[in-house]
């Protein structure tokens, strides 16, 4: 059973910044992709930022840019995302995902859409207060 375990979350007045990680308890090899998702309350699951694992460029959200950054570290199986400048509008509940890699040709773009990850982390509060 894959596991991901997010860590990292918190409280922060805006302008501050968080760095969120996100350990897999199996290779990230077995995976196209690592995502960071978030939901805030009455609010759909929205994706945030993601990566290849073979390194293709990252996808980051409109409302991120230039303020957010996902990395990878393989050898340690984690993803980070880094999170500066943090906005009220930010704090939702964070999530990690994977798309499992099912053989072929590996894709160098991510999906950013729920459906397409199989697994997923248990979430991590960021609250962002003015």
């Known amino acids: 059973q894959v596991q991901l375990v997010e860590s990292g979350g918190g409280s922060v007045l805006a302008g501050g910044s968080l760095r969120l990680s996100c350990a897999a308890s199996a290779s990230t090899y077995r995976y196209v992709c690592m995502g960071w998702f978030r939901q805030a309350p009455g609010r759909e699951r929205e994706a945030v930022a993601s990566?290849?694992?073979?390194?293709?460029?990252?996808y980051l959200a409109d409302s991120v840019k230039g303020r957010f950054t996902i990395s990878l570290d393989n050898a340690k199986n984690t993803v980070y995302l880094q999170m500066n400048s943090l906005k009220p509008e930010d704090t939702a509940l964070y999530y990690c995902?994977?798309?499992?890699?099912?053989?072929?040709?590996?894709?160098?773009?991510?999906?950013?859409?729920?459906?397409?990850?199989?697994?997923w982390g248990q979430g991590t509060q960021v609250t962002v207060s003015s």
């Open positions: 990566i290849t694992i073979n390194g293709g460029r990252p």
């Open positions: 995902a994977a798309d499992l890699f099912r053989g072929g040709t590996r894709r160098n773009y991510c999906y950013i859409t729920t459906d397409e990850y199989n697994y």
